[in-house]
């Protein structure tokens, strides 16, 4: 939603148009090493703790982008943003191929399907909040919410699977 409206962001603020040609450049440079930088990271500590730094550094990003309508405000929204939306995709299938287990293609189209959904329904709904209140601070906030909300998912994935194998299978204590 950041990115389909980062530009009308920028441009309903005087105070931010000086930077706008250079705000897609941000993005783009803070994009290109996030794939590696995040997928070092999920080697290191965990994807599902990568993943859910990468949503919270998004969701500052996300906030900055309509709480601090500067120029320092404005490249630092396309920073986070740009280090971090390919980052989340790529934990995010990484994450999907581990709980998968041996085959993953029900968790890619699950994924990819999701992510087709908010793809279409998040500008949608930023849009309508936007005609509703004049700005898409309402539709950002919602956006930095449910990153927040997207950061907490992995532990609450990891923490059923783990209940599942504690759980013994029916007819186990007959034996």
Same mark, same amino acid.
């Given at each position: 939603?950041?990115?389909?409206?980062?530009?009308?962001?920028?441009?309903?603020?005087?105070?931010?148009? %000086?930077?706008? %040609?250079?705000?897609?450049?941000?993005?783009?440079?803070?994009? +290109?090493?996030?794939?590696?930088?995040?997928?070092?990271?999920?080697?290191?500590?965990?994807?599902?703790?990568?993943?859910?730094?990468?949503?919270?550094?998004?969701?500052?990003?996300?906030?900055?982008?309509?709480?601090? %309508? +500067?120029?320092?405000?404005?490249?630092?929204?396309?920073?986070?943003?740009?280090? +971090? !939306?390919?980052?989340?995709?790529?934990?995010? *299938?990484?994450?999907?191929?581990?709980?998968?287990?041996?085959?993953?293609?029900?968790?890619?189209?699950?994924?990819?399907?999701?992510?087709?959904?908010?793809?279409?329904?998040?500008?949608?709904?930023?849009?309508?909040?936007?005609?509703?209140?004049?700005? !898409?601070?309402?539709?950002?906030? *919602?956006? +930095?919410?449910?990153?927040?909300?997207?950061?907490?998912?992995?532990?609450?994935?990891?923490?059923?699977?783990?209940?599942?194998?504690?759980? %013994?299978?029916?007819?186990?204590?007959?034996?």
């Amino acid at each position: 939603m950041t990115a389909t409206f980062l530009m009308a962001i920028q441009r309903a603020n005087p105070e931010v148009r %000086p930077v706008e %040609p250079f705000v897609w450049a941000v993005v783009g440079i803070a994009a +290109t090493p996030s794939v590696a930088a995040w997928t070092w990271l999920g080697a290191r500590t965990g994807i599902a703790r990568a993943f859910a730094a990468a949503c919270l550094v998004e969701a500052a990003g996300v906030a900055a982008s309509v709480l601090w %309508p +500067t120029a320092t405000g404005a490249l630092l929204a396309a920073a986070l943003l740009g280090g +971090t !939306f390919m980052g989340i995709t790529a934990l995010g *299938l990484a994450g999907g191929r581990r709980l998968a287990g041996g085959d993953p293609r029900r968790a890619f189209a699950l994924l990819t399907a999701s992510f087709g959904v908010g793809q279409i329904a998040g500008p949608v709904l930023a849009g309508v909040l936007h005609d509703l209140t004049g700005s !898409f601070v309402l539709a950002s906030l *919602l956006l +930095t919410g449910a990153l927040v909300v997207a950061a907490a998912l992995p532990r609450g994935c990891r923490c059923r699977r783990q209940r599942r194998r504690a759980v %013994p299978p029916a007819g186990a204590a007959a034996r």
